[in-house]
């Protein structure tokens, strides 16, 4: 884990995101998935900013998980092909994405997701495939019957998707490479069924950032967190760097100096996945708006220095933020709104 | 735990608010805590609406956790009495807020925030003690000094606080009445210390929703959830109901129906206590964007139906979301924007 250096003048929590951790991430990346090999998801960062990035970086096609994600896409000229995955029986919203002028496709697992993007008129959609996880999509089985009824309903089907959420942290690569494997041999068993009435619908859309180079069954593979990562990414080998982290002020220090006191605490850290982590000493506990930690030279801190914090989970962090403010060098730190959070 | 009955068509997630129960809410303080006896947090809702309502019931001095927070209760016109119980040491940030059109009180517990108050033009402190919990305020025997150095600097002295939150949740009424009684020590302690110099310096500020009953030390109650309550909260005996919940659309069944998903994750709920809880079955885990449950009934459910869970703290939820809906019989909801959110 490496931390930028220095401190910045910002009002405080402060979202950073390093440029030259972000780049790195960007480019090696695209090295392993070029092009539309990578379909990013939005959901990770929530920004049309670094979305323009990831477009002039050769990957122009999005996945969201939320209408509102793909909305913004769309608003922002980035909606050239835009992937709901995930299922919405909400026709006036889906209306109001489809309606706009770009390219939506949703994920449908279901005769009632499939009734709701007909009636918003929804142009296409991907037949959503349950792989193993315990979320959304339908019986492998069931994918071909589910394409027909889509097609029946005048939607066009473009291929089928799956999400092998549950296989992303599995630690040892063998291990992983295999159970990957059977998870994916659902997905095309699936994509088979799809094709033989729907010979166009040829994408096979799976993947994070935990199996971007596990996953080479799928033709599509929708990572986001690898642009930033976290410390729960951070434990597998994997080429990314961390970029970001949330910058706070020490606003108190214990009388006997035992701790001292962050101006961050739960709402400005995504906590599912735990306490962030600090580089200088150990993080006891988060308040609404605090942070508590034990600094490992207890004497080197005073009220008004700076402390860098990773996240735990860095999706539902950053989703806490108005904005990110990169940070390159001494160049002064730019905004990046937080544009496409909330619903 | 109740739950109102019926459902909505709001867009989901959506965060609920039932004004029954907030009414019951309000009263049930107010009796115990009428007027200034309560000095209500708004870090809890984070919105100049629901601190208006407590304004007309007899609540117009407020606690705040954040310079925005506090900013926004001025420019919302309930600025009369605003104490931020909390150390910031950003002159430009305190000295937007105390150049508006409010009174603006700062909680100091070090020379480097009373500086940072003076330099700003902030008229007013409370000297902020360490009471038990491992977080901000001065050693007890230090209050009477940090007084007299506010009071060398040009700040008025109102008097103390110390927030003794290490004890909320303490399950037994009598131990935590003991418990309470010895935290309180400390601070009527350091309150004679500023007294002895600062005659003046009366307010004894303290509490939260976990001891609004316990602690007769204080001449104030810092206490906010109890508006809304939460899972957390909802294990003491208290006379609050719960008034909050979030709102999600089923989006997907299991293929064999042991499992549900609705469209709220964790970015729709604070997790650092845990999983929502659900009324009709166990939540299995939250996702991004998703919760899985298992219902008790798993016949009982189709994709479109609507459940709603309750937090497991309400604070971070709230801070998560852009408006709650105000619930109340047949009546269309009302919105209430979340205006105190973010930094």
New interface residues.
Partial sequence: MTFAAGTTSL???ALLLDAEALDHNIAAMSAVLPGRRLRPHV?AFKSTALAQRLAEAGHDTFTV??LREAAGLIHAGLGEDVLLA?????VS?LRSVAELDGNLTVAV??A??ISAAAAAGVPAVLIDV?VGL??????PA?AGDLADQAAAAGLRVRGVMGYE?HLMMVPDPASKARKVERSMALLLDASQAVLANHPHATIVSAGGTGTFDTNTWANEIQAGSYLMMDTHYGTLEQPFRQSLWVES?V?????DR??I?G?AG???F???HGDPSWGEGDV???????I?MRPADPDAW???DRVRLVPA?V??TI????RMWLIEDDAEPVALDVDL???
């Fill in positions: 009002p405080t929590p959901k998980a939320t995930n299922e919405s029986v909400d919203l697992d279901s009632e997701t349950n315990p979320r959304c999509g339908c019986d069931a959420g002020t606003i108190s220090i214990a009388p035992s701790y006191v101006d739960l709402k400005a995504g906590m599912d006891l506990f988060c308040s609404d708006e605090h508590t005073s009220v008004g989970h999706d539902p989703a806490k933020h108005e959070r909330n619903w």
